[in-house]
T-cell receptor
Framework: EAGVTQFPSHSVIEKGQTVTLRCDPISGHDNLYWYRRVMGKEIKFLLHFVKESKQDESGMPNNRFLAERTGGTYSTLKVQPAELEDSGVYFC???????????FGNGTRLTVT | GDSVTQMEGPVTLSEEAFLTINCTYTATGYPSLFWYVQYPGEGLQLLLKATKADDKGSNKGFEATYRKETTSFHLEKGSVQVSDSAVYFCALRIDGGYQKVTFGTGTKLQVIP
């Protein structure tokens, strides 16, 4: 089966611009998560979708971040406007039901200059 | 809240050396414990896991034992190889609910020939 795919793999933008990250989960996985690792720190939870519904968005840093998962398939994470501190690696992960394991994508490295 | 603390890196070892990466946790419930690995240019992969006290997770020569009394899950390998060079993340998950994973900061391992 295809794994979790993320696009783009790397994005360099200027402060104030907008960037949209995309995640395609494993087919059939209802649970989709976004995580972020900033400057070598811990990988922090951002939010969790079950199908198209946001179940937990307690980790979203502020209202410049908007996540969507229309139709319960792929998800997008938009940062608008981007700030320098948003630089980091954004990981997407998906999971099936029950105690099934998380499957991670390769991440998107975002650099805001 | 839940948290994971792991040893600072980077760790540099010679090939065939013994590896220990310390990990301790704080959790409100009874967590499952994980080690994830990120090889250069790749996404996070599950390396091993343990779901209850005294369980030993093992994979690719790596081992970690779930120690409830010391709230620890140290990663060990008897003889590292150059191909083990990667970033290793300790993590926990409280089962039930939506099973959010909490990660440590990651420890970069470099193995030199």
């Amino acid at each position: 089966e295809a794994g979790v795919t993320q696009f783009p793999s790397h994005s360099v933008i200027e402060k104030g611009q907008t960037v949209t990250l995309r995640c395609d989960p494993i087919s059939g996985h209802d649970n989709l998560y976004w995580y972020r690792r900033v400057m070598g720190k811990e990988i922090k939870f951002l939010l969790h979708f079950v199908k198209e519904s946001k179940q937990d968005e307690s980790g979203m840093p502020n209202n410049r971040f908007l996540a969507e998962r229309t139709g319960g398939t792929y998800s997008t994470l938009k940062v608008q406007p981007a700030e320098l501190e948003d630089s980091g690696v954004y990981f997407c992960a998906s999971r099936g039901t029950g105690r099934s394991p998380l499957h991670f994508g390769n991440g998107t490295r975002l650099t805001v200059t | 809240g839940d948290s994971v603390t792991q040893m600072e890196g980077p760790v540099t070892l010679s090939e065939e050396a013994f590896l220990t990466i310390n990990c301790t946790y704080t959790a409100t419930g009874y967590p499952s414990l994980f080690w994830y690995v990120q090889y250069p240019g790749e996404g996070l992969q599950l390396l091993l896991k343990a779901t209850k006290a005294d369980d030993k997770g093992s994979n690719k020569g790596f081992e970690a034992t779930y120690r409830k009394e010391t709230t620890s899950f140290h990663l060990e390998k008897g003889s590292v190889q150059v191909s083990d060079s990667a970033v290793y993340f300790c993590a926990l998950r409280i089962d039930g609910g939506y099973q959010k994973v909490t990660f440590g900061t990651g420890t970069k391992l470099q193995v030199i020939p």
